[in-house]
Each structure stands twice: as C-alpha cells, then as structure tokens.
C-alpha cells in the first residue's frame, strides 16, 4: 500500500521548506526512522525521518520549496507505481530563496510578491531574452519580478509593469555609455553564474551592450561575497523599524556597492581658491537683479570648469570595458540632487558646450523636476562625469562615490575662511575644497591631480567660466 | 580546326573511301587524333594524381564522335554523357579550357566549378557533358525543340550508351521526340557495358536500335570502329532531321579502352584482356589511315602531321592549364543565380 | 488602371497571357495545356490566341517535358512548363534540382535557364497524400532555384510576370485550394518583385508568418483575435526563396513573439528555417521560443475528418497565438 512523505510542519509559524537534500534516493529501500532528507526553513534546517518501510520515490526535486503537508515523496511496496505518477520533467519550478535572502531582508519593490524571481530547481532564473534586454536596459533587478509567462518564465510584459508601478523610476538609470549592473548574459552564462553561485543582477557586464560574460562571472566570483544579510532576529538585537528596500533605495545600494566592488576607488582632496568667483557673483547679483537672468551658483560654476577640464583630461570623461578604456566623444555632466528619502542624479547634456547662463538654468529646471519626482528616464541617463555638493551641508571633504560606468566623480565642499600668505602677510580669503574620487583602473593619482589643478585653476579665474 | 561540318557529300549505301575527298578524311581523323590525345594524356595525368576527381575516358570510341560531329555545324547542339571529353573535341572545343577545367582553375571551360562531366562550349553548340545517366536526352531534345519553335534549320544529336538506353529519360525523349517529330538524332554508342554490367546482363536485346520501333522511330546499326560508316549513318539522321521529318536513332557497336573511369580504374577484372585486344585489333584510327593509304587517297606524311600538330597542341595547353591560377575561394557562391 | 475582381487561377491566366503577347520566346508545354485549357483552367483560351506552336500537350512524361524546357531555355527560349501537380516533381527531380537549378553554376556562369514550372499545390481538397503535398522546403533547400507561393489573385498575377522574366529556374506553386479565391487585380501587368514579404495586417502582439494559402488563414484568425483583444500583424513572405529575412524580422523585433505557420510538414518545413533566422538576428527581442504551426509528420489523409484535423487553419493559428500570448 503506497504510503504518502508529506513535508512536515517545523514550528508554529513555518510557511515553507526547501529541500535542502535528499539524503535517500530514488529506489533505495527504507526502514523506519531512516533518514530520507534535510529540509530547510528560514530558521533551521532539520532531518526528516521516514515513518514506514517501503521503496522510496522522491516525486519534488532538491532545492524546491513547498508549504507543509505537500506531497514530496512515496513508499512503495514491492513494485507498485505511485497512483498520479506525475512525469519528471513537470517537477513544480518554484523559487528556492538564495542563500543569504533571509526573512528580514525583503525586496518589497514595485513586483514585490512573497516569491522572489522565477527560478527553476537549482535557482536558475527563467527569463526571455527580451525581458533580460529591457531590464539590463532600464537597471531592473529581475530577481525581483515574479515571471507570467509559461513555466515561470518573467517576459517582458512583466519587466514593464513593474517598470510602470515603480516610484519616481529607477534611480541612477544606466547611461548609455556605462555598464549596467545585471546586463543581458547567455544561457552559457547563466548557467556559469548559476555554478558559481553567482547572482547576476550583480554583475557588470563588460561585453558589448553590456552583456556579461564569463570573465565577469569569474570575477565576481573571486569578489567578495554577497551584501551581507540582515542578522537572523533569532540572535543578536531585536529590530525595530523596519525600512524597506524600495525600487530607490535597494537600487542605490547596489550601484554603490557595485560601483565599490568593480573599481579601484580612491579620492583626492584639493583646495579651491574662490574669492574672486564670490566676488564675481556678488556683481553679476546687483547687475542682473531683475533682469531675470539666472546668476549660476558655485555648484554652475563647478559644472562648467569640470566640463571644460574634462575636454583636457579625458580619461576622467570615459569608461572602463573589458577591452581598455574608452574616452567618450561626448560631455554629458550628472548633477546630484537630494529628494526626499534619496538621491537622484539629472544629466545636463553637452555640458562642454553649454554657457554658464544655460548651465544654470537646466540644474534649476532638473533640480525642481527631480524634487517634484517627475524626471524622466531620458533624463536620468547618460552621465559621461557627475558633480555632487555637500556644501550646504557643512561638509568639507568627503569621498563621493564613482558612477558605475564613469572613471570620476566631483565633490564640492562648503565654503569656508582661508588664508593666503604673501611673504609674512596673510590675507583672508575664501577657500573650499574639492573631492575628487576616480577610478585607478583608468586614471592614476597625477593625472587626478591634474585634473584637479585644472578645475580649481578655472575657478580661481572665474571671468574665464562667464565667457562662451 | 576553325568549323565542324565537310562536306557531306556521300551518299552511298557502302561506306568506302570513294566518294569522300581527302579533306573529309583528314577532317575526320583530325577529330579522332584529338580526342586519342587528349584522353590518353588526361588519364596518364589522372592516375598520376595531378588531377582531382576522376575521368571517364572515350579512347577507343574515337570513330562515333568524329563521324557524328563531320555531319553538323557549329549552330547544331550536341548534349553529351559522363563520358564527353570526345564530344567535346570532335565538335570543336579547345584544348586549353578543356585540360585548364579538368585542373579545376580559372581559365577551364566551366571557370573550375564544373569538371569533367560538365564541360560545355554553348559558342559551338555543345550543350554539355552530364553526370546523370540519360539526362542529356530530354535536354537535347529541348534544343531541338528551339529550333523547331525558330525554324532557324539547326538540329539536335545527343549521345547515350547501351546502360542508358534502361533509363526512363531515354525512353520519355524518344517518345516525346517522336510524337512532337523534333529535328534530333539519338547517336547510342553501344561499348558493351553498362558500367561494369555486360549487356547480356542490362538487357534482352542485342541492338539497342531495336527499341526506336517502339516509339515509332527509324533506326539504324553501324560500325562503331569506322568513322565514315558512323558519318555515313549519322548523315542520313540528320537529312532527315533537317528536313522535318523527326527523329532517327543511330547504334554505333563501338569499345572502350580504358575503364569506366580512369585508365585502369579500379582494378578490379570485369573484362578479359582477350576481349580488349580483339576490338584494339580494329582501332579506328588504324583502320582509317590504313585505308586511306591504300586506296592512295591521303598520305601518311599528312597523317603524321596531324599527330605531331596534336602532340604539340597537348603540350601547350597542359602547361596552359597548369599555370592557369585556382579558383578565388571567395567567390564560391558565384553564378548561383543569372542576375 | 482598372482594377477589377477575378479568380486566382484567371489572374494567373491572364499574367501568362500578357507576357506571352509581351515576349515571342515565352511557350507553355506540360499535359493538357494547350487542348484541354488546363485540368485547372490554367491555360484557358491561350491555344486560340496562340496556337500550337507556342501551347505545346505532350505525353506523360515529366523528366522529358521538363528536360525540353531545359533545353529550350539554355537555348533563350522562355518555357513554362507545367507539372501539374506538385507531388509529380518527384518523377522528374532530376531535370529541375540537378539540371535546371545547377547548369548555371556548373558551367561556370555561361548559361542561362530562364524556365518557369507551375505546380498546382496544397492539401484540403481530399486529394490523397499524392496530390497533396506542399513541397516547398525541398526546392528552397535547393541553390540555383527560386520558389513563389502566391496567396491571392493579385499576388499570382505579379509573381508571375516577374517569374516568366526572370532568368533563373522559378517553382510557381500555386495552391489549388486558392484557384478560385477572387481579388481585386489589375488590368495591366505588373511584376511582384521576388524577395519583398507582404504586411497584410499590421499588430503588435504577435507576429504571424504564413505562408501561401496560409497567409488567408492567418488573416481571419487576426480578424477573429482582434475580437478578443489581441493585435496580430500578419506577414505573407510571398517569395521562400529569395526570402524577405529583413521584413520578418523587424516585426519580431517589434512584436517580440513570432508563430509561424504552413501547410507543410512540421519538421524540416521551412518554419524550421524562419526560426533559425529569427533568433540568429533577433535573439534579445524574444519572449517565447518562436512557434511553428504546421502539419503532423504524416502523409496527407484522404478522410475529410482527418484532413481537417491535419491541415492548419484560422482556428489553430488563432489558438497558436492566445498560447504564445499566454500568461498567468
């Protein structure tokens, strides 16, 4: 008589168990109390006992998950068939949560759903080619979405509605010359990726379009871990609120990190000498009050000289691939702006052409659409170079981190007192200091230096930057 | 040799020498010297292995394309077999494109993407050798047919052997040849052997000429081994064909020397040297000088240039050939389509 | 220009008489052309106004008919040579894949064999599995020949003309299903250059490759699905040899889900090649593997209740597109 292996309930509040292993397999013959599998909980993992004799038939696959009281295997006696033999290739494909996906740790983003990304048994995600294009594309985590498509395979209807749900977009959107994190991989890829345990919305893909290969899976692999999970609340402190990873938020943390893992990261801080460019602005004030002219803040003014020193040091205008370093044609400036609960990054295109006047008039105009959470993704994309400030804050140096995709980044500190030395004489002056954080990979410390020299060179000349 | 065609002046029942000038035999043995030539040197160039692929050679059958090709001209059409080196020359094709194409190079007839079995001369009127057994028929009477539709006074021939005279093709041309009474002569070259199949053993007659009667054709058997009987023969076809009258098939009992293909092929024994010996015995260009001689008609210092004429013109075109450059391997996809 | 209604079979008719009045080297040779018009109707009235020297009856003999219209063409005449029906290409495969398409090439570029052979093809009629077949994937498959399907009166009128004038060997399939199918046709003639896909419906849901009769099915199973909310954008290649690559796979591209669908053999049919060529170039723009509609791997059925189920149509295409479309 056929006997059902139901997954037993472990605890009050179990909602699920993954097959961690069969420790039987198919066709042995089991005694009472043997064990037949490890199953695993968000709490623990534990052995399952057989509770007859018979010959075993897993019908789930290891790595699947199910809630309690489903059927996972038969004894048999003799050589009886299960009574609905189900065939082995419809083996339920649902999501096994990856390793380090732990409870508190929930993406609860635009497709948030109790299961994570359509995975087949042994976590590999199921997703047309167009979906994965248009995620890599629009810098969607597609782990994340939960696939409609047959057999739980995430199409591209899919990736657009969460697109459509998402708040104010996705922050820092790939530009069209950086590499996007979670790029378009091959099967062979994927299933390199999957061997390794790799997660692949993390990975860069230094391929063409951005596609990963293999070398970016190695390398990730060698990398350093995943971002650490939150500590199970069974040890350690009891959490409090909760805040959760929102489409901005958990995208912010990636690029970050990603950005941190990929590049050799450093900053250089430099003394701008800005007195004559408060001079200046104080006269263009009185001249151009009620003229409606837009008098360009420091911040304009620092857009503009980096737009122009970029055109002299262009390794800090390009982006690193697998093949070298690619010097951009074009000046595209990314200005920072903080909204609420986050950051987003407006790009004023052709910085290098544009006057101070139109500099000034676009980070006014982006500024207020960014706090007004109506930027487009065409204006969040592209950045060649970004420029952040920290001044009003009251932060002097400070290291911003590089852009996925850029090789520099501009911090501009507050403006404070200084002192210049003439012989035995000082004099007061206005001083701020600039942070440059770039990518050693492409750019090394003098040519940073350089570039510094440059900018803060142009600033001190201010009456050069009011020209063109 | 500028044109085919002499002067067709015979018309007796009797092939002799008489009645045919000097110039109709020279012309005739210039045709059969050729082909001896040409087929004696590609296959001493085919079994030293300088040649790809492999040949099938007519040495031995020289007196059926040489008497064939004297009775047409250079607007007649000829489709040939497998085995259409012979053709090729007795109706006119040069020796270098000829030796150039069995290379596989660039200045070969076929510009190196046919060989053997597909070298043509459409400027003379040769419609091509084949590689499928019997295809040429309905393809010859295809031209005959245009020129039929023209009433440009041209004519079709197309050669076959005893082994192809089983094929459906054959049979289907006849018949429609027949019915359609197209202007084309069916020249079956009957060596004995359907590859390595005797003809005892291919089929229950013994002339093939008897089959035309089934479709309503006349028909007749000659000596394979004498180029004016063949002329003879082939002539009175095509007066016929010329003059609206249809199709004729024409057997010539003819043999080869050689094997199937190559020279001594595959080696393995199918014939008795006996047998080969008794119909060299008869060879064509022997008989032909011999008689000629005899009768005072021509002389051997004439023959004897002819030969040299040949040897040196060989020569020339295998060096030709040799030096001719291989194929652009970039251009393999080339004339797949007429544009 | 009038533009007036006739069958599919008249305009065919009428492509051929045009060019013949048009060219002196165009004859039409094959069985029961010329007395009897055709046993389709083909080749009606053209022995009156062309007489017998151009409107050849021959025997029963496809290797001979079609082996005159090698010859005649080698020699710059123009044959149409009809077989009738396009199972019977069997019996004479060697004058049309080893003779016909290959001369060009084997000669080197020194011939031409500017013939055309119309086929009668297509299953639906109880016909039997000998009078049945759609063969197309054997003669596309086969460099040297170029292959037309026409799906309407207009298309079999101007495949026709550029068929008769075009210098190569052409396989004119016509489907004896659609002979009397009617369409807006105009009076003079024009030539469907051979390579250009028609977009006879456009969509954005789902792309439908049909080809030959099927592109009339497809079409009614759009109509249908627009119904139910799906947008279909239909493509008829017309030509499967040359084939319009370039226009199938920019509509995959912008449908990103792709059916395509013919009367012919599932496997090693020409949806076989179509996929191929859609995911070689448009691999990134796929969300579901491309889909072939087409017959089982059987012989055709004589049984009306089996050749329904057997051949594809509006129904199965329909259902083949709400399959592709489906999600949970």
């Known amino acids: 008589m056929a006997q059902e292996v139901l997954l037993p309930k472990l605890g009050l509040t179990m909602e699920e168990g993954t097959i961690v292993e069969w420790v039987a397999k ?22 399952v006992e057989a509770e007859g004799d018979g010959r075993f038939e897993p019908v789930v696959a290891a790595g699947t998950s199910h809630p309690p009281g489903a059927l996972i295997a038969w004894l048999l006696q003799g050589d009886e068939q299960p009574p609905d033999h189900p065939s082995e290739a419809k083996v339920i494909a649902q999501a096994a949560p990856a390793a380090g996906d732990v409870g508190e740790l929930q993406l609860t983003g635009p497709a948030a759903r109790a299961e994570v990304g359509a995975a087949a048994p042994g976590g590999r995600l199921l997703a047309s080619p167009n979906a994965k294009r248009i995620a890599a594309e629009q810098g969607i985590d597609l782990r994340a979405l939960r696939g409609s498509g047959p057999g739980g395979r995430i199409v591209s209807e899919d990736v657009e509605e969460a697109l459509a749900s998402a708040p104010a977009g996705p922050a820092v959107a790939a530009s069209a010359e950086a590499v996007p994190s979670g790029g378009v991989a091959s099967p062979l890829v994927r299933r390199h990726a999957a061997a390794l345990g790799v997660d692949l919305s993390r990975v860069s893909g230094s391929g063409l379009g951005g596609r990963i290969r293999r070398a970016d899976v190695a390398a990730a692999a060698g990398a350093a871990a995943e971002i650490p999970a939150a500590v199970p609340a069974a040890a350690g402190p009891k959490a409090g609120t909760v805040i959760p990873m929102t489409g901005m938020r958990a995208a912010i943390a990636r690029n970050m990190h990603a950005s941190l893992q990929e590049m050799a990261q450093l900053t250089h801080g430099y003394e701008a000498e800005v007195g004559a460019l408060l001079a200046l602005r104080d006269h263009l004030k009185r001249e151009w009050a009620g003229t409606g002219l837009r008098v360009p803040t420091i911040n304009d003014f620092v857009v503009r000289a980096a737009a122009h020193a970029l055109l002299e040091h262009p390794v800090l205008n390009a982006t ?23 950051l987003v990054v407006p790009v004023i295109r052709d910085a290098d052409r544009r006057g101070l006047v139109d500099i000034a008039e676009q980070t006014q105009e982006l500024a207020a659409t960014a706090r007004a959470g109506k930027l487009t993704l065409t204006q969040l994309e592209g950045a060649t170079f970004v420029v952040t400030a920290l001044g009003s804050y009251g932060v002097d140096f400070f290291t911003p981190v590089v852009n996925p995709g850029n090789t520099g980044i501009l911090g501009v500190g507050r403006i404070r007192d200084g002192v210049r030395w003439e012989g035995e004489v000082p004099h007061r002056t206005s001083v701020l200091t600039l942070s440059l954080s770039f990518d050693h990979r492409a750019v090394d410390g003098a040519p940073a230096a350089e570039f510094l020299r440059t900018v803060s060179g142009l600033l001190a000349r201010p009456h050069l930057l009011l020209a063109g | 040799m500028d044109q085919a065609g ?43 292995g300088l040649l790809p692929g492999f040949l099938h050679l007519y040495v031995g059958q020289e007196a059926v394309a040489a008497g064939a090709m004297a009775t047409l001209t250079d607007a007649d059409q000829i489709t040939s077999t497998h085995r259409g080196h012979g053709h090729a020359v007795a109706k006119g094709a040069k020796f270098r494109p000829m030796f150039a194409e069995l ?97 005892a053993k291919h089929m229950l007659l013994t002339d093939v000429a008897d089959r035309a009667a089934s479709y309503g054709m006349p028909s007749e058997v000659c000596d394979g081994m004498d180029a004016i009987a063949v002329r003879q023969a082939c002539q009175r076809a095509v007066d016929r064909a010329r003059a609206g009258e249809g199709p004729t098939l024409v057997e010539a009992k003819t043999y080869r020397y050689y094997d199937h293909q190559g020279v001594k092929g595959l080696r393995r024994p199918y014939r008795t040297e006996e047998e080969v010996e008794a119909w060299k015995k008869r060879d064509a260009i022997e008989l032909l000088e011999a008689r000629a001689a005899a009768d005072g008609v021509a002389d051997a210092d004439a023959f004897a240039r002819i030969w040299e004429e040949t040897w040196a013109d060989s020569a020339d075109a295998i060096a030709f050939a040799q030096a001719s450059p291989q194929p652009d391997p970039s251009t393999v996809t080339r004339n797949v389509y007429s544009d | 220009m009038a533009v007036r209604e006739l069958t599919y079979v008249k305009a065919y008719n009428e492509a051929l008489q045009q060019v013949m009045r048009e060219d002196e080297n165009v004859f039409v040779v094959g069985e029961d052309v010329a007395g009897y018009g055709g046993v389709f109707r083909m080749y009606d009235g053209l022995l009156e106004e062309f007489g017998d020297r151009r409107m050849i009856d021959t025997p029963i003999s496809e290797m001979a008919i079609v082996g005159l219209g090698v010859g005649a063409a080698s020699r710059g005449l123009r044959p149409v040579v009809d077989i009738m029906f396009m199972d019977f290409l069997a019996v004479c495969l060697d004058q049309v894949v080893n003779q016909a398409a290959k001369m060009k090439f084997m000669f080197g570029g020194e011939v031409r064999v500017p013939m055309v052979v119309t086929v009668a093809s297509g299953a639906g009629l109880s016909a039997g599995a000998q009078h049945s077949q759609s063969l197309e994937a054997w003669l596309a498959h086969t460099p040297g020949l170029k292959v037309a399907m026409p799906s309407s009166a207009y298309d079999a009128k101007g495949l026709m003309v550029t068929a008769v004038r075009d210098d190569n060997p052409v396989i004119m399939m016509l489907n004896k299903k659609l002979l009397g199918a009617k369409g807006d046709v105009p009076e003079e003639p024009y030539a469907i250059p051979f390579g250009e896909a028609a977009t006879l419906r456009e969509g954005t849901d789902v792309t439908v490759v049909a080809l030959g009769r099927m592109a009339v099915e497809a079409v009614a199973a759009a109509e249908q699905l627009a119904g139910e909310g799906i947008s279909v954008e239909v493509i008829d290649p017309r030509t499967v040899q040359p084939l319009d690559t370039e226009t199938i796979v920019a509509s995959a591209r912008k449908t990103n889900r792709i059916v395509v669908v013919h009367e012919a053999v599932t496997f090693g049919g020409l ?12 691999f990134d723009y796929l969300d579901a593997p491309v889909m072939r509609v087409g017959a089982p791997f059987s012989p055709v059925p004589f049984s009306p209740v089996l050749e329904n189920t057997y051949v594809p149509d509006r129904a199965t295409i329909a259902d083949g597109c709400r399959r592709i479309l489906k999600r949970s």
């Not at chain 2, 002067?7 to 050729?34: I, K, N, S, Y």
């Not at chain 2, 590689?131 to 005959?144: C, H, K």
């Not at chain 2, 009474?181 to 079956?188: A, M, Q």
Request: hydrophobic share 45%; glycine share 14%; aromatic share 6%.
């Open chain 2, 6 to 48: 002499g002067t067709a002046t015979a018309t007796g029942d009797v092939p002799t020498v008489e009645g045919f000038g000097a110039d109709d035999l020279l012309d005739l043995h210039r045709r059969m010297v050729r082909i001896r030539i040409f087929e004696t040197e590609a296959g001493r160039l085919m079994e030293s």
């Open chain 1, 320 to 342: 690193v691939r697998d093949d070298g370093i690619h010097l951009l044609e074009e000046v595209h400036v990314g200005v920072a702006v903080a909204i609420p609960d986050g």
């Open chain 2, 103 to 199: 290379f596989g190079r660039v200045d070969g007839y076929c510009h190196g993407r046919g060989g053997s079995m597909h070298i043509n001369d459409l400027s003379i009127g040769m419609l091509g050798a084949n590689g499928i057994v019997g295809a040429g028929l309905p393809i010859a009477v295809g031209a005959a047919f245009a020129s039929w539709y023209r009433n440009d006074g041209g004519i079709a021939m197309t050669f076959f052997g005893d082994g192809a005279s089983n094929i459906g093709a054959f049979h289907e041309a006849a018949n429609m040849a027949a019915v359609l009474k197209l202007p084309v002569v069916f020249v079956c070259e009957n060596n004995g052997y359907a590859e390595f199949t005797p003809q």
């Open chain 1, 26 to 47: 198919a066709g042995d013959v089991v005694k009472s109390g043997d064990v037949l599998l490890v199953i695993g909980t968000d709490k623990v993992d534990a052995e």
């Open chain 3, 271 to 282: 949806g076989a090649e179509i996929s191929a060529q859609i995911q070689e170039t448009a």
